[in-house]
């Protein structure tokens, strides 16, 4: 038998007002359920529009949840991890100390009043000219205190001891980067003294080469397309081969046209594979680049591991890496080959491409070398670029603008300077975080410290995709989920200097940028008596 439906303005029976009429017009809920007729009213009704589109975007929340979620988790088990290491650290140092003081306490024989033998344990104050030193540092990696201010005897009575020391604390500095290459790292950086830390001081302000032996082989990288060029390439081959006997390597296309040039320049070697590139390394002593900084990018883009020190000359338009003018390069290589010579220590970034798709972070493409930044722009889309930001870990920022650089101290001149960021001396070890055209007026430019590791997401959200280029080249789409790491890399690019790294760091940015070039305020005033 069948209901008939409750009118809006009645009652229950329970004296409570029944549910009002829906916006769309479907009357109570549970009178609907009941009535055959409305359920099948209910099924025809056709789907409201927009359903789908909630679905996708509560779908993608969800995702980006379970990300995070999943990093969170990882990120915990890598703190348990790193707890229960510094707990077994910490236990292996605190028995260290404790055989430590045995070992300082030697036991002297006494007779008592009976002529026995008594031992008696002599724990001798320390005072400030007398300091005990314990075993050399403990850690293989660490800097150790040497010096450990122990107790004297304790003595309940305090009129038999009035000045006793207290005991200082022993500790070891440790190098706590993470991943497996985390001791690699300077250790003369900080020292103590008695357990008082300082900056140690620098044997030399400027990174000075001296050659064990002299140098054999020479690679010649030039600039392409260009007249001036190529006759300086083949002028300084000959006088090479001539003048100081060695072997020299270039690229095959340098080889064709001085082949083309004369049949003399036969003994010049080239390569043939890309294998051949990877070993180049173990082959040449020194890199003498012809052309601009692009030409010095594409020397330190050739060495995926240690690069040869690097002679750049300066034959382009930018002149902020080729401090060597191309006129006086029999003075300078002559120099240079003599030794020793002042290098600066360009740093690199090691950049790795992870995958939405991907299982964990070690699972990313090819790790690419830059030397002066990677950029993550919004390419040809209209939208604003949408990037989340961490710093080890830690949320840094989500940028929202045209894009974002990570670019090098070597690369703080390119083009990080034309977006805002500041001017660093090459040498200084940092990354810098620069906005490109953000939309905000507080986002300002950030230098993190070289140890850090900086990843960039692309959120599940993002509007549209983003690419990311490498020193200008290499471009790669990032789709939303997909995530660009960046770190410091291991091997530096070394350069040489004209006069020091200072020095040629202040000269092209007076000669390329013109920086701070103004008139000289006029004096048309009193003078001050």
Known sequence: MKQTPMSPNKHTSNGSASVLPLENGFSDSLAMLNSEKAVEELIQQPILHGIDDHLIEFAEALRTVAKALRQAAEGKASAQAEASEWKRKYELERTHNLQLENKAMPSEKHLDENGRVVHLTNKPLLSDGAVEKSDRCCGEHGICSHQVLRDGEHDHDASVVPNKMTRKASFKLSWCCKGAKSDQKKHDIVSFEKGNITTAERSSKQISLKWESPPQTVLILTKPNSTAVRILCSELVRWLKEQKSLNIVVEPRVRTELLTESSYYQFVQTWENDKEIMSLHSKVDLVVTLGGDGTVLWAASMFKGPVPPVVPFSLGSLGFMTPFYSERYKEYLDSILRGPISITLRHRLQCHVIRDSAKSDLDSEEPILVLN??????????????????????????????????????????????????????????????????????????????YVTIRVQVPFNSRGHAWASFDGKDRKKLAP??????????????????????????????????????????FDGPRET
């Open 481 to 522: 989920g997909d995530a660009l790491v960046c770190s410091m890399a291991t091997w530096p690019v070394p350069t040489a200097c004209q006069a020091d790294s200072t020095s040629d760091f202040l000269r092209s940015i007076h000669e390329g940028l013109h920086w701070n070039l103004r008139k000289t305020q006029s």
């Open 373 to 450: 930044e990677v950029t993550i722009d919004r390419g040809i889309s209209s939208f604003l670029t949408n990037l989340e930001c961490y710093c080890d870990n830690s949320f840094v920022t989500c940028v929202q603008g045209d894009g974002l650089i990570l670019s090098t101290t070597s690369g703080s001149t390119a083009y990080s300077l034309a977006a805002g960021g500041s001017m660093v001396h090459p040498q200084v070890p940092g990354i810098l975080f620069t906005p490109i055209c953000p939309h905000s007026l507080s986002f300002r430019p950030l230098i993190l410290p070289e």
